[in-house]
């Protein structure tokens, strides 16, 4: 009687996670479905978001019970002087006594004469809601930096003559249900509050409030390899939302092999090792559009590097 009653239990668990996966993975393709093609001024992301998404929602920080160092490096068009240079850092320690995480991220961004840098201090906080399942709320708070410096580019032309200096506090929220298997977050972590400084145009809009969607789960193929689907939905004000799509294969959770498609055309290819304590990826991002194929291609290289210490450490993660 026992045995009969702990499998009805379980049977309907396992039917209410297919019920919030089913839900989870509607929404994804109804914002796939009304999504657009537009690669300016767009919300920030990386290749190597499923590995590392604590930069966008810190609250995937929770996910992991190790303290944790992590950097990324991005560069577009190599070769040609002022090209796109992105690197990124965020660094964590848990707080395992009540469920929660603390940590910092760096973010520092060059295209040409304009330079953007950002700091913030994130705290997320765990609430578990039955065995093996939770909600992670977090929040950030700190500065985003501005600088374009359009004098350099010829100071004798009056359109080149003002450069643009800002300076403005930064905060942001995100939330993530998560269980041992799969996530689902919602984030804004750039949410603009108002100017510390002054820029020499005043209606200047290089700041944006930026969205973010993101869930992805873990699927064992055999006993030694595991699939890992993964997205990634960014949107800022004004401009169409742009979607990540991500599939990873696992092998024995130590080398990772998978492709990412973008939809402003964009496709990469990814590999990942993890070696003990540390994670090495690369990915290599490429257009898919005929004209990217058949002639000049602004190829994007990502390198990242990351290091876990504490608990579980030795473990690898790839959730």
């Keep these: 009687m026992s045995d009969r009653i702990w499998n009805k239990g379980l049977m309907d668990r396992l039917n209410k996670e297919k019920k919030t996966l089913i839900v989870a993975l509607s929404l994804f393709l109804i914002l796939i479905n009304v999504s657009k093609v537009v690669a300016q001024q767009q919300a920030f992301s990386y290749t190597q978001y499923m590995d590392n998404l604590t930069p966008l929602n810190p609250a995937y920080s929770l996910l992991d019970k190790s303290g944790s160092i992590n950097t990324l490096a991005r560069k577009q068009w190599i070769g040609i002087d002022g090209a796109p240079t992105t690197f990124l850092f965020n660094g964590n320690i848990p707080l395992e006594s009540i469920n929660g995480s603390a940590g910092l991220i760096l973010?520092?961004?060059?295209?040409?004469?304009?330079?953007?840098?950002?700091?913030?201090?994130?705290?997320?906080?765990?609430?578990?809601?039955?065995?093996?399942?939770?909600?992670?709320?977090?929040?950030?708070?700190?500065?985003?930096?501005?600088?374009?410096?359009?004098?350099?580019?010829?100071?004798?032309?009056?359109?080149?003559?003002?450069?643009?200096?800002?300076?403005?506090?930064?905060?942001?929220?995100?939330?993530?249900?998560?269980?041992?298997?799969?996530?689902?977050?919602?984030?804004?972590?750039?949410?603009?509050?108002?100017?510390?400084?002054?820029?020499?145009?005043?209606?200047?809009?290089?700041?944006?409030n930026h969205y973010y969607f993101s869930g992805a789960l873990i699927t064992n193929v055999n006993d030694d390899v595991e699939f890992k689907p993964a997205t990634l939905i960014s949107y800022a004000n004004g401009v169409p939302l742009i979607a990540d799509i991500s599939g990873t294969f696992y092998m024995k959770q130590v080398f990772g092999i998978g492709l990412n498609y973008r939809t402003n055309n964009e496709m990469a290819g990814i590999i990942t090792l993890n070696i003990n304590a540390f994670h090495v990826g690369y990915s290599y991002q490429f257009g898919t559009t005929s004209n990217n194929l058949g002639g000049y291609n602004n190829a994007t290289h990502e390198i990242s590097l990351s290091y876990r210490f504490g608990k579980g450490a030795l473990k690898p993660k790839i959730l």
């Excluded at 330079?115 to 709320?137: C, M, P, R, S, W």
């Excluded at 977090?138 to 010829?154: E, H, K, P």
């Excluded at 100071?155 to 003002?162: L, Q, V, W």
């Excluded at 249900?177 to 603009?192: A, N």
């Design 107 to 208: 973010f520092n961004d060059q295209f040409a004469v304009e330079h953007q840098t950002e700091v913030n201090a994130y705290f997320a906080k765990g609430i578990q809601l039955g065995e093996k399942d939770y909600l992670g709320v977090s929040i950030n708070a700190g500065l985003r930096n501005y600088v374009a410096g359009y004098s350099t580019l010829d100071p004798s032309d009056p359109a080149f003559r003002n450069d643009v200096r800002e300076t403005k506090p930064n905060i942001g929220f995100g939330i993530m249900y998560y269980t041992d298997w799969y996530y689902i977050g919602v984030s804004v972590p750039e949410l603009t509050i108002n100017s510390l400084g002054t820029a020499s145009v005043q209606d200047n809009t290089n700041f944006r």
